[in-house]
């Protein structure tokens, strides 16, 4: 990937009243933004200056050494920091103009909202799909294999199988049904209870809940931000005094990136707790070379939409126990039983994944290496263009972990940590740039409330502050150089703001 051209920077827009015509169009021409804003000493906006502008005044005969403050009058149409992108949108197409500045409380300009902006969202992880997708899906149309099952869905599991060191896997049709089947398989039901990470997405915790159980949430450790090993010592611990053995443990590899299992394993080994592994997240990740998903006794896979390859929706159940996966598979097809007519004495699921959907999927695991590597330049790039940003906490990847880098997140280190994350994701929306907060926990959902936590260390919940300070930023694998520069100079300045 080449190196982008820096984008011209905010601050490279701001002039001084004096500033001459002919020296205004020669910093049109530099910063091409098509507007310049004039400020008074303390950065109060005077008036905006555009290339119509300066056009009307030759026209005019206004002489190019004229300086801008002799320019006729126009008063500035402005917003404030608390505008959405909608309010900014409808002033634009009111007032047919394609620049908004944009002002604090005390009037200094710290902002512009410009038309091109509007025009292109950034998303935090769009689908990005390959060359091989069409032609598999082409090829699956012409052989008329549009039904659910399919010679796609198992060559599908059995390439996803590989690609992850498992010896079978069962393709679903979401992540979530994959993890429902996997925490039944493991004979959790009512009156079970169930640990399970507190830091993900309400999909790892919910099967739990379905199936009658009882969630019991465990905090993260600060530096990976997975299942910490600490408190989730303190969890067996406090459950093993009450006489509690969990039947199972839903590990979440967070934001592409591997639990430490090294140290959590053998905590649950000892227990004699079996391991689900939520790698919806973590796919093409590796812990001591060892792929991420090829830890637990079962372990499942997402291909949501934004996820780092997608089926446009869609999951897989990964396991090296073949009568485990082989009953998965019979579960998710309404568990019918061997006979000719419709017999059933299990309770069975619609989760199978079709044909067709198997098809994008083969297709997209052959790219996942690409995307791998493109969306971990893209966190370099990030922690590189805001090194001199003091208060940021990068999600670390500690020695032995190789991470896909899903979402490049950080965590504000600062008071006030969440009213200033919010600020930032303000600031983003205002210039169409989608980035999310850190997934909220499971323990501070009102879903969730009333349910044991452990966490880190006593009095020190990990979770709960990345939440307050984490940010998500933009991070699909298709996002173009230049938007990505666009983004971290809008995070520059927005976290200036944010955090100034
Ligand atoms: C996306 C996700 C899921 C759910 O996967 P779906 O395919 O959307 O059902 C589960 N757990 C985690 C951690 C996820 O990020």
């Known amino acids: 990937m080449p190196e982008p051209m820096s984008a011209p920077s905010f601050e490279s827009l701001l002039v001084a009243p004096q500033l001459t015509v002919l020296q205004a169009m020669a910093r049109l021409d530099a910063t091409a933004q098509g507007v310049l804003l004039v400020v008074d000493p303390a950065r109060r906006l005077l008036r905006t200056v555009t290339d119509g502008d300066l056009r009307r005044a030759a026209l005019a005969g206004i002489a190019q050494h ?15 920091l608390q505008a959405s992108m909608r309010e900014v949108q409808q002033l634009m197409d009111q007032r047919s103009i394609d620049h908004v500045p944009v002002l604090d409380a005390e009037n200094r300009v710290v902002d512009l909202v410009t038309r091109r902006e509007l025009s292109r969202r950034t998303y935090l992880s769009a689908p990005h799909l390959g060359d091989d997708e069409a032609p598999l899906v082409r090829e699956a149309f012409e052989s008329n294999w549009i039904a659910p099952l399919g010679p796609h869905v198992d060559a599908f599991e059995r390439e996803l199988a590989q690609c992850v060191g498992m010896r079978h896997a069962a393709a679903t049709s979401s ?4 993890l429902h089947l996997g925490l039944r398989l493991l004979g959790v039901g009512p009156a079970d209870v169930v640990l399970c990470s507190s830091l993900t997405f ?54 592409g990136q591997s639990a430490q299992m090294d140290e959590l ?50 999951g897989m159940l990964v396991g090296d126990d073949e009568p485990l996966i082989a009953h998965a598979r019979k579960l998710s097809t309404q568990a019918r039983e061997p006979a000719r007519h419709y017999e059933h004495v299990e309770d ?38 805001l090194s001199a940003i003091a208060g940021l906490r990068w999600m670390e990847e500690p020695a032995g972990h190789r991470g896909t880098r899903w979402l490049s997140a950080f965590a504000l280190q600062l008071p006030q940590a969440s009213r200033r994350r919010d600020a930032l994701l303000d600031f983003l929306e205002r210039h169409n740039v989608e980035a999310r907060p850190v997934w909220k926990p499971m323990h501070l959902q009102p879903l969730y409330a009333g349910c044991r936590y452990f966490e880190h260390a006593p009095g020190h919940d990990v979770s709960r502050e990345l939440f307050e300070g984490g940010v998500c930023l933009p991070s699909g694998s298709n996002m173009e150089p230049q938007q990505l520069e666009h983004v971290c100079e809008l995070l520059r300045r927005g976290l200036q703001l944010a955090t100034g």
Do not use: C
Request: hydrophobic content about 45%; cysteine-free.
């Open 66 to 80: 004229t300086p801008l403050d002799a320019l006729p009058a126009v008063p500035p149409l402005t917003v404030g």
């Open 175 to 178: 992540g979530t049904a994959a």
């Open 202 to 255: 309400v999909a790892s915790a919910n099967p739990i809940r379905q199936l009658g159980a009882t969630p019991v949430f465990v905090d993260s450790e600060p530096g990976g931000w997975s299942m910490s090993p600490a408190a989730l010592r303190h969890a067996l611990a406090a459950l093993a005094r009450d006489g509690v053995r969990p039947k199972a443990a839903v590990i979440v590899n967070l934001y």
């Open 265 to 314: 394993l053998p905590l649950l080994e000892q227990a004699g707790v079996p391991v689900l592994e939520d790698a919806a997240e973590s796919l093409g990740a590796s812990l001591h070379g060892r792929p991420s998903g090829s830890f637990g006794r079962l372990a499942v896979f997402s291909f949501n939409g934004n996820k780092i390859i997608t089926t446009s929706g869609g």
């Open 348 to 385: 069975g699921y619609n989760y199978r994944l079709s044909n067709v959907l198997a098809a994008i999927g083969r297709g997209q695991l052959r790219v996942l290496q690409q995307r791998v590597e493109r969306r971990r330049e893209i966190f370099e790039h990030y922690v590189r263009e």
